[in-house]
């Protein structure tokens, strides 16, 4: 019988150059931003549907993990989260999987994908992926090389090199070129672009692993000896893999190997990796302006244009990005979208927030918008999943003041618990124990109003959490 095909979905990317829609705390593979309406993670995974597929490894961070579980959820799909206590890059991240698969079927082939790129054909990569899956079964390293639609800088490039069966053996990697190369590259039809997918079995690529990058096999494996459980989520220990040195697989692995072949794939790809490539992926208007949300554009041409929240007008302008969310907004032009990450340096350097969070910001039970703030007070809008719970917690430096908005609130306080409804309020005071869910059907919306001398997020002691948050 044939082997099923493991994908391994990568999610651990921070997406910078789509800041202010893309945060640490809410990177683009969690956005809704394929053509289809789901998320980058979402379409993905929905992206091997038609293909003889087991259940997805997805390798995410800490962090994430929550967002992660309810967006596959939200699609129906049963994975194992495999949980990184730190980012790694890609080498790393795919031992986690192979050692996780090699103690089930060491045999089996991965198809390892990152989970924020868009294909647009599906049928072709499919049938590339049936022609790896080919190659992977003769113990070859496959990776899918982009056929270029263009001299593109911002990718690097593999040359192809001897026929093999339906592929070509991996004459080079190389990095990306400035604009010349790249139009050299592109004119001899004898490049591809690196797209970071690749396919091959367990086995065969932990056994690459140990010839080329043995500290990187013993780190991983000694951080797997005795994963947990928790949910959804496997955990691995923190302290050996805090050991293991950042690589990329092509470094690693693939720059090194005899037994790297390249599988073309022409299927309308993009890894979204700046608002111009959106700007190429999206719908637009008689003047090639793409538009989201409360927005007005006129006599203006080929503009990006995306409202959140407020009205956003643009008037005799052209190749501009214009992104407006609750607590930011970029304008750049399209020449300069790859520097927008030099922004996001601005802000740590300055110790801002806003390339971390959100003003909204997702919680496992639902979310809060911070809806203003000063040094002695906050208050957020707080919405509440039917059937979600806070944690049991308490806090050292503030109270807090509840009023129901809509919907029905359970309320722990101390030894006492009630049922608040539209319009009630209840008063915590600083150092109480507390904690609230919704019992109802309807999500809970209410105010909470946080008064005290310190308003930090940290500031929460956690007796009980149903999350497994500490």
């Given at each position: 019988m044939e082997n099923k095909i493991v994908p391994v979905i990568m999610a651990g990317g921070s997406g910078t150059r789509l800041w202010p829609l893309s945060r640490k705390q809410y990177p683009k593979q969690f956005l809704r931003l394929a053509p289809s309406g789901h998320t980058l993670l979402q379409s993905t995974l929905l992206r091997l549907k038609q293909l003889n597929c087991a259940a997805p490894i997805l390798i995410c961070n800490e962090e994430h993990r929550f967002l992660a579980a309810e967006q596959i959820r939200e699609i129906g799909i049963q994975a194992k989260i495999i949980l990184e206590p730190e980012g790694k890059n890609t080498a790393p991240a795919i031992t986690l999987a192979a050692l996780y698969q090699e103690s089930i079927d060491p045999n089996a082939t991965l198809l390892v994908l990152a989970a924020d790129h868009v294909i647009e054909k599906q049928a072709k990569f499919e049938e590339s992926v049936r022609l790896a899956t080919q190659l992977a079964e003769q113990n070859k390293l496959v990776t899918f090389g982009i056929v270029p639609t263009h001299p593109e800088t911002g990718y690097g490039y593999i040359e192809k090199g001897t026929p093999e069966s339906n592929g070509f053996v991996v004459?080079?990697?190389?990095?990306?070129?400035?604009?010349?190369?790249?139009?050299?590259?592109?004119?001899?039809?004898?490049?591809?672009?690196?797209?970071?997918?690749?396919?091959?079995?367990?086995?065969?690529?932990?056994?690459?692993?140990?010839?080329?990058?043995?500290?990187?096999?013993?780190?991983?494996?000694?951080?797997?000896?005795?994963?947990?459980?928790?949910?959804?989520?496997?955990?691995?220990?923190?302290?050996?893999?805090?050991?293991?040195?950042?690589?990329?697989?092509?470094?690693?692995?693939?720059?090194?190997?005899?037994?790297?072949?390249?599988?073309?794939?022409?299927?309308?790809?993009?890894?979204?990796?700046?608002?111009?490539?959106?700007?190429?992926?999206?719908?637009?208007?008689?003047?090639?302006?793409?538009?989201?949300?409360?927005?007005?554009?006129?006599?203006?041409?080929?503009?990006y244009c995306h409202s959140d929240s407020k009205l956003v007008s643009l008037l005799g302008v052209e190749d501009l990005i214009v992104v407006e969310t609750k607590d930011a907004v970029l304008v750049a032009h399209k020449d300069k979208v790859q520097d927008v990450k030099k922004v996001v340096e601005h802000l740590k350097q300055a110790e801002r927030t806003e390339h971390q969070n959100h003003r909204e910001v997702y919680r496992p039970w639902g979310k809060y918008d911070s809806i203003d703030r000063s040094t002695r007070y906050q208050v957020k809008r707080i919405t509440v999943k039917p059937g979600a719970k806070l944690s049991i917690q308490m806090h050292h430096h503030r109270s807090e003041h509840w009023i129901v908005v809509s919907g029905t609130a359970k309320i722990h306080k101390g030894k006492e618990s009630f049922i608040l409804t539209e319009n009630q309020s209840t008063y915590i005071p600083l150092g109480e124990l507390h904690a609230l869910e919704n019992p109802g059907k309807l999500p809970l919306e209410l105010i909470e109003v946080q008064s005290g001398s310190y308003l930090g997020e940290d500031d929460i002691v956690r007796f009980e959490d149903i999350y497994g948050r500490c």
């Open positions: 004459q080079r990697f190389v990095e990306k070129p400035d604009e010349a190369t790249a139009i050299e590259y592109v004119n001899s039809q004898n490049f591809l672009w690196n797209s970071g997918m690749f396919m091959f079995k367990a086995s065969r690529y932990l056994l690459a692993l140990k010839t080329h990058a043995l500290d990187i096999y013993n780190a991983c494996q000694e951080s797997f000896k005795a994963p947990t459980t928790d949910l959804d989520f496997i955990r691995i220990d923190a302290e050996a893999f805090a050991q293991c040195r950042s690589e990329s697989i092509d470094y690693a692995i693939m720059e090194k190997t005899t037994d790297a072949v390249v599988i073309p794939l022409d299927a309308k790809w993009s890894d979204v990796g700046s608002w111009s490539a959106l700007w190429d992926i999206q719908d637009k208007d008689a003047h090639g302006n793409v538009a989201h949300g409360d927005t007005i554009i006129v006599d203006s041409q080929n503009n």
